[in-house]
């Protein structure tokens, strides 16, 4: 009888904290959280769509946490990489971070679309305290369907070289080119702005940028875009 007892507080307990815990919130472990408010994420043609996951250590000790991707679904022209805190390589499917006490780090699942194509496609991954089960699986999602434009696509006016690039990369134009050139990683952010006037080439130094994959944009003072891939290692 003291055992039916003991199993039925326990079951209330783990019952009030299911009902308890708010909506886009999951937690397979008590020494985690989840936030999935922004995992389907949309864009236009050629952007880097994240789909970031919040995990929240709510210990007052750190633990590794594994991420594995168990699905990829996406267009052939896409590519798709985890991005903590530097963007990985897209054929890593497995990797352990560690997480300090009460920190809250961003896994951010990536989509490198189709600068042309519209399309849409996801991935799933489990996330677990290291050692530890279960698992919370997810699905992220990017799409560029809603888009309601295309991006000015137009690399071929220009070549860049070496690529991939160790310490710095050059672009040649066809024609002289005045406007900004941006180096871009993967969660979208820029990593390097650079001003340049009636330029037929143009040298940028990277040497300080960590390993990974890079969209290179080019604006004219006339607004036309140009985007380039480069690989940095």
Not at 7 to 35: C, D, H
Not at 149 to 154: A, D, F, H, I, R
Not at 164 to 190: C, H, K, M
């Amino acid at each position: 009888m003291k055992n039916i007892i003991k199993e039925f507080r326990n079951f209330l307990v783990v019952t009030t904290l299911s009902i308890l815990l708010p909506i886009g919130m999951l937690m397979a472990q008590s020494n985690y959280t989840l936030q999935l408010d922004s995992i389907n994420a949309t864009g236009e043609q050629g952007d880097f769509l994240l789909a970031p996951i919040k995990l929240t250590n709510t210990t007052n000790q750190g633990f590794y946490i594994k991420i594995q991707r168990i699905e990829r679904t996406i267009p052939e022209t896409w590519s798709s990489c985890f991005c903590y805190p530097v963007c990985l390589a897209p054929f890593v499917d497995s990797m352990e971070w560690w997480v300090d006490a009460n920190e809250t780090i961003t896994i951010a699942p990536n989509f490198n679309t189709d600068p042309v194509e519209a399309g849409s496609g996801y991935v799933v991954v489990k996330i677990s305290e290291l050692g530890q089960s279960p698992a919370d699986t997810i699905t992220c999602t990017g799409s560029t369907l809603g888009a309601t434009s295309v991006p000015e696509w137009v690399g071929e006016t220009m070549k860049l070289f070496p690529n991939p690039a160790n310490s710095n990369f050059l672009i040649r134009f066809d024609q002289i080119f005045s406007g900004t050139i941006e180096v871009i990683d993967q969660r979208g952010a820029i990593m390097v702005a650079t001003y340049t006037f009636n330029s037929s080439f143009f040298e940028q130094e990277i040497s300080q940028l960590p390993s990974g994959y890079y969209l290179i944009r080019c604006i004219s003072i006339h607004n036309k875009v140009n985007l380039l891939r480069l690989v940095k290692e």
